[in-house]
Structure formats: C-alpha cells, structure tokens
C-alpha cells in the first residue's frame, strides 16, 4: 500500500509540474506576442490604420470560440500567479492522493463481521481454538486481526482477552486513521496560502498605484482581481478536502463500531466455549 501511494504522489506531482511548466510557458509567450504587437502598431504607418479597424471590428463581429471549464481554472490560475498558487495545487494533490490511500485501505478493511463470527464459532464446535485462528488469519482486515489475538489469549482468562481485544484494537484504530492529520493539516494550509498570495498582491497593486502616482479604477481592480484568486483556490482546495475528510472519518467510526460489537460477541462464544 506505501508503495502504491508512493507511485500516486509521484505522478500526480509529475502532472501538476508539467502543468505548472505550460502555465509558465503560455504566460511568457502571452508577453513577449503583447510586446511584439505593440512594437509593430508603434511602427506601422498611420495610412494603416483604417483596415486595421475594420479588421478590428470585424473580428469583433466574430463569435468567439466557446472555452471549456479546463481553459477556465487554466487561465485563473496564471492570472492568479504560479508563485501562490502552485503551493495550494500541491496541497490539494497531495491531500487527495492520501484521501485515494486511505480510501482503498478502508474498503479492503471492512469485514462481515456477522458472517466472520459465524464462522469462528462453527471453528470452534469442530475444531476448537486453533481451528477457530486458522479462520481468522484466512480472512484480512483489522477484525480478524482482533480476534486472532483474542484467540491467541483464550487460554489465559476471559479478562486477559477482553484487555488483548482492548490494546490491540487501539493499534488497529490508530493504522485505519494514519494519513488524516495530513489531510486536516491541508485543510488549514490551503486557505493559509491563499490569504497570504492576497496580502501579497495588495502591497502589489498598491505599489503600483504609488508608482503611478494615481489611482485608476483599471488598475485598483486589476490587482484586486489578481489578488483574490488565490483566496478563491485557496477556499475551494479546502472545501474539498474537508468534504472527503468527513468521509473518511465517518468510514473509521463505523468500522470501530463494528469492531466493538464483534469483540463483544466474540467474547460471549469464549465463554460459552469455556463452560463446556
């Protein structure tokens, strides 16, 4: 399982750089054809201008191509700023390749309890405690892994086995919740980084407002607008990741639930056991 998140950390981070590397890329160019277009309306001749106008406005005549949800988010997110808003992508791929992690590991945890119990206490009638742990380690999942250390213990007393079920259990809780606190850590961090590539482009667009020595709506607005974006990633990476974090926490207080339930009745086919 290490290994399998391991893989998925490593190529979501190879998909987030390279679309991070064509941000960069398309910003650059967005630039340098901005730059070039002004040098050559600066030099065309003035007897130009009239078919450039009617160019102009025949383009703007023109329907414009219908841009998806992708080029959108692509293209708040170099409005926004790589340097800010890269660290919230990371946070949210990361956080959800843990959310994947854990997911699956919580999936191939559940057990039947109800049919695993049936099972051990046929074991027993046939073939008694030893019988009874060979089923347990057949069938994966914390529970059994409880009731194969409560097995391991029967011969020393019902209370060293309800103390075995006990201790154990609290390892298998603490194995089914591993991986959580990073993701509340991103739920915290996302918005964190947000608010601080916001208060970063406020001193910007004021810096540029002093440099310019007046306060043009365009510009007040423009850098506002940039600034906000990265509260706006910031907000949405937590959202999600706190909507998946719920899940995830809902799925390990079930699955103690029925870990509690199943040791109890475990325990009571040990004592009807015993009274043989």
Not at 242 to 264: H, W
Request: aromatic share 6%.
């Amino acid at each position: 399982m290490k290994k399998v998140f391991m893989v998925m950390i490593a190529i979501m981070i190879g998909v987030s750089s390279t679309v991070l590397v064509k941000a960069q890329n398309e910003q650059a160019a967005t630039e340098t054809q901005e730059m070039a277009e002004g040098d050559t309306a600066a030099e065309a001749p003035a007897d130009e201008a009239a078919p450039e106008e009617a160019a102009a406005e025949g383009e703007e005549a023109a329907p414009a191509p219908s841009e998806g949800l992708h080029y959108v988010i692509k293209q708040k997110f170099i409005e926004g700023g790589w340097e800010w808003m890269s660290p919230v992508l990371i946070c949210l791929i990361i956080g959800l390749a843990i959310v994947v992690e854990r997911t699956i590991f919580l999936n191939l945890a559940s057990t039947n309890t109800t049919k695993l119990l049936t099972k051990i206490e046929d074991a027993m009638k046939s073939g008694g405690v030893e019988a009874a742990k060979e089923v347990c380690r057949s069938t994966r999942g914390p529970v059994a892994s409880i009731f194969y250390q409560g097995l391991d213990r029967s011969s020393e007393g019902i209370e060293i086995v309800e103390k075995s079920i006990v201790s154990y259990g609290s390892v298998q809780m603490a194995q089914m919740e591993r991986g959580l606190i990073w993701i509340n850590l991103f739920i915290a961090l996302a918005p964190m980084l947000g608010f601080m590539g916001t208060v970063v482009g406020m001193i910007a667009a004021f810096d540029a407002i002093e440099a310019a020595g007046d306060i043009s709506p365009s510009l007040v607005a423009g850098g506002i607008k940039v600034a906000l974006l990265t509260t706006v990633a910031g907000l949405i990476v937590a959202m999600i990741l706190q909507i998946f974090y719920n899940y995830l926490v809902s799925k390990v207080d079930s699955l103690v639930n029925a870990m509690e339930d199943a040791s109890i009745s475990l325990i009571d086919i040990l004592v009807k056991y015993n009274k043989k």
